[in-house]
Nanobody
């Protein structure tokens, strides 16, 4: 399985960005998808996760109500719609995938995911 993240860029606070994660290879074996981000302040942190089917979404408290994870079946991509961005959202965003149905209590653990995209930079200016 190969993952390719795209859609990052520079945006002003309050703006929006839409990230995409294109998947290829044996994607039929994937069960859980997620987005993580690497910020200057913290280690890689969890952002959002979803079942490959698009159901059962989960979000970090810091992005709830602002970010939406969804799957585009036709394009075989997982997207992260980011609204009301703040400077603290700045970082490198990575998509990740697992062949396991990751339990809710573990969706935020990066070790649960086997496949990772290369990352896309998001910069939010104040």
């Amino acid at each position: 399985v190969q993952l390719q993240a795209s859609g990052g860029g520079l945006v002003q606070a309050g703006g929006s960005l839409r990230l995409s994660c294109a998947s290829s290879g044996r994607t039929s074996t994937l069960l859980t998808m997620a987005w993580f981000r690497q910020t200057p302040r913290n280690a890689r942190e969890f952002v959002a996760a979803s079942r490959w089917s698009g159901s059962s979404t989960h979000y970090a408290d810091s992005v709830k109500g602002r970010f939406t994870i969804s799957r585009n079946n036709a394009e075989n991509t997982v997207t992260l719609q980011m609204n009301s961005l703040v400077p603290e959202d700045t970082g490198i965003y990575y998509c990740a995938a697992s062949r396991s149905r990751v339990i809710v209590s573990a969706v935020g653990q990066s070790t649960m995911y086997t496949f990772w995209g290369q990352g896309t930079q998001v910069t939010v200016s104040s």
